[in-house]
């Protein structure tokens, strides 16, 4: 079975630039998370969404930062204009949220290079 | 604000050593998962405590929640190698999001 697939894998930018990260959740899962992980901060949620609806984005930094779910099968992460502090690497998860205990599936990251 | 916090955050042993790490909260959380990060890939799930003094056992790996559901532990018997890796662990939140902690960085030295 695929699992979550992100692209791209790896993508260096220069400042300014716009940057669109992207994710294919698990078939038939139906909460989507975006994280950002660096070594000061380790895993932070950004957004999460719940039936292609978003349902928390308090950890969105700014206004520079946009998450989109059309369907349940593809959702997009926007920086726009990107900084050098954006650098991380940005997951995608996936679950099927049904209460306690649930297993939450990562992508293999895309590592964001902003010079 | 719930928070988790991981100690150590960096451990470096030789194989065949006993450890432990800890994962301590002041909040309580409905459960709460340990994941295990490879570099280069994302986090992968290990096991999920849900019932405050819970121990479960993954072969060589114990893992202990608190009876408050506040806090756990990962214990790591004769450690090997391949044992190297990002331990996090997260605690589900009110509203059903994972929350992580900084996780602790382990080496194990053949």
């Known amino acids: 079975d695929a699992g979550v697939i992100q692209s791209p894998r790896h993508e260096v930018t220069e400042m300014g630039q716009e940057v669109t990260l992207r994710c294919k959740p698990i078939?038939?899962?139906?909460?989507l998370f975006w994280y950002r992980q660096t070594m000061m901060r380790g895993l932070e949620l950004l957004i999460y969404?719940?039936?292609?609806?978003?349902?928390?984005d308090s950890g969105m930094p700014e206004d520079r930062f946009s998450a989109k779910m059309p369907n349940a099968s593809f959702s997009t992460l926007k920086i726009q204009p990107s900084e050098p502090r954006d650098s991380a690497v940005y997951f995608c998860?996936?679950?099927?949220?049904?209460?306690?205990?649930?297993?939450?599936?990562f992508g293999e990251g895309s590592w964001l290079t902003v010079v | 604000t719930q928070l988790l916090e991981q100690s150590p955050q960096f451990l470096s042993i030789q194989e065949g050593e006993n450890l432990t790490v800890y994962c301590n909260s002041s909040?309580?959380?409905?459960?709460l998962q340990w994941y295990r990060q490879e570099p280069g890939e994302g986090p992968v799930l290990l096991v999920t405590?849900?019932?405050?003094?819970e121990v479960k056992k993954l072969k060589r790996l114990t893992f202990q929640f608190g009876d408050a559901r506040k806090d756990s532990s990962l214990h790591i018997t004769a450690a090997q190698p391949g044992d190297t890796g990002l331990y996090l662990c997260?605690?589900?939140?009110?509203?059903?999001?994972?929350?992580f902690g900084k996780g602790t960085k382990l080496s194990v030295k053949p």
């Open positions: 997260a605690g589900v939140g009110s509203q059903g999001n994972l929350i």
């Open positions: 078939s038939g899962h139906n909460s």
């Open positions: 909040s309580v959380f409905s459960s």
């Open positions: 998860a996936s679950t099927t949220l049904s209460g306690a205990g649930n297993t939450i599936y």
């Open positions: 969404f719940n039936n292609n609806v978003p349902i928390d």
């Open positions: 405590v849900v019932t405050g003094g």
